[in-house]
């Protein structure tokens, strides 16, 4: 039996003086947060781990986008399996600005002034659908010169590499995973303004191939090599299921850290906990594992900050 303690807080106190306290109270999410950060921690030092960094595109919309571009900028994740929004936002963002919105606005004045609503976020029709085609029609056709076929990790880091000469390309997570040389997967490339731009393109050239084959030999070969995996995973949908659906085939993840808002009642995804994956081998049976209730832009920072200064 460990007592509970009241927190301590004070001025000046280090974020992990803070993780500490949080540990310590013993209570609800606060200890959660203190758990996963320590599972991320023995994850990335843990020596032979492949880790998967697995994460839904809306964040990428707010400025959490400097956070997961500072993971891989620092290399500490392996792979990264993400949504085709990443992509659209990511880019977006190297080339326009996205604004401070509202949850509470007439959205149907919104979409009279041609703004886009994402929670809180507002996106200009010209920040997004706009500068995605007037930049990735060019690139296409200079991609497609090399050759019809690519895997969406390939055409990513085509991607990243071009914007080394950009004024905020250094601030996009698609430059980073390209200078690191870090494979980056899109299960779902065609469900967004990415993929739609290449759907765009392949109307005037009908044997460009977007190669998703490729991509899950890739996912295989290093699953199937791996001495131990873990993922941290932030939220659900197709980011979360690719990265356990193919970490099943290495007998499970052996470290998970879950982040979500969503609840296992219904049966999602989403919601599933780390004991459910338990049952398909998505989860190792001795795994260290938490899910941690709560929303990815106000948890992340906090533990990614804490993670960083223990490394």
Same mark, same amino acid.
């Given at each position: ?12 106190? =280090? ?6 306290? *949080?540990?310590?109270?013993? =209570?609800?999410? @606060? ?16 020596? +032979?781990?492949?880790?998967? *960094?697995?994460?839904? @595109? ?5 400025? &959490?986008?400097?956070? $997961? ?13 993400? &949504? ?8 977006? !963002? ?13 959205? !149907? ?9 994402? =929670?809180?976020? /507002? ?6 659908? @706009?500068?995605l085609e007037e930049k990735m029609q060019p690139t296409l056709q200079e991609v497609y010169a090399t050759k019809p076929r690519w895997s969406t990790k390939e055409l990513i880091w ?6 080394? %000469? ?9 430059y980073w995973v390209w200078k690191n040389q870090i494979p980056m997967y899109v299960p779902g490339i065609t469900d967004g303004a990415f993929g739609t731009q290449l759907w765009m393109?392949? %109307?005037?050239?009908?044997? /460009?191939?977007? +190669?998703?084959? %490729? +991509?899950?030999?890739? *996912?295989?070969?290093?699953? /199937? =090599? ?8 932030? #939220? ?11 970490? %099943?085939?290495?007998? #499970? ?7 979500? &808002?969503?609840?296992?009642? +219904? ?7 780390? !004991? ?10 001795? @795994? ?8 990815? &832009? ?5 533990? $990614? ?7």
């Open positions: 039996m460990r007592p509970v303690k009241d927190m301590q807080l004070r001025s000046g106190m =280090g974020i992990n003086d803070l993780i500490k306290e *949080l540990y310590e109270s013993g =209570g609800f999410t @606060a200890k959660k947060v203190a758990v996963g950060v320590d599972i991320l921690e023995k994850m990335v030092k843990e020596k +032979d781990c492949v880790t998967f *960094l697995a994460f839904p @595109a809306s964040i990428c919309a707010t400025g &959490t986008r400097g956070v $997961v571009k500072e993971l891989v900028k620092r290399k500490l994740f392996d792979v990264v399996i993400t &949504t085709a929004g990443t992509l659209d936002h990511d880019l977006a !963002r190297v080339w326009k600005e996205y604004f401070h919105g509202s949850f509470m606005v007439d959205d !149907r004045e919104l979409h009279k002034k041609g703004v886009n609503r994402l =929670g809180n976020i /507002f996106i200009p029709l010209e920040s997004y659908g @706009a500068i085509e991607f990243g590499s071009r914007l080394e %000469q950009e004024k905020r390309g250094k601030e996009s997570i698609l393109y392949y %109307q005037s050239h009908r044997d /460009f191939i977007i +190669d998703l084959f %490729q +991509d899950e030999q890739d *996912l295989a070969d290093m699953v /199937f =090599g791996a001495k131990k995996t873990g993922a941290f995973i932030m #939220g659900g949908g197709i980011s979360k299921h690719h990265t356990l659906w193919w970490n %099943q085939f290495n007998e #499970g993840l052996d470290y998970v850290v879950y982040i979500t &808002t969503a609840l296992e009642y +219904d049966g999602s995804l989403s919601g599933a906990q780390p !004991r459910e994956a338990i049952s398909w081998g998505k989860v190792t049976e001795g @795994a260290h594992t938490i899910l941690i209730e709560g929303e990815a &832009t106000a948890l992340i920072p906090l533990m $990614v900050t804490a993670l960083l200064e223990r490394l």
